[in-house]
């Protein structure tokens, strides 16, 4: 079963996601802050990490940054209503007013090219 890391300081928010992501059949694994993420990063088998944008002390585009120099091939989506001024290491930006068959459609294709 592909795990998903998430990644956001609200939360509300990260619930809804986590439960939105079960839903669609992953295992969740959640961080409110970047220490935090990078941690489990280094921890679990990670096929994807989710992350918004505006973190408490950093940026998703930071974080990124962080994430591919430590494990480079595990996607990195910014899921934030922020669109950033540039996207750096981030391999894909999805905004939050796209509908959940969307959001799930997209990070169901990144998981499966991830798989193969």
Known sequence: MPIILCVEDNEKYLRLRKA???KE??????ATDSQQAIEMLLEAPVSLVLSDHMLRGT???ELA????????DVPIVL???????????VDCYINKSEPISTFTYIIRDLVNRRWR
């Open 65 to 72: 940054q962080q994430m591919k120099a430590l494990k480079p």
């Open 79 to 89: 899921y934030s209503g922020t669109v950033p001024k540039t996207l750096g290491a």
């Open 25 to 30: 059949g992953y295992a969740v694994l959640s």
């Open 20 to 22: 939105v992501l079960e």
């Open 59 to 61: 940026t998703g585009v």
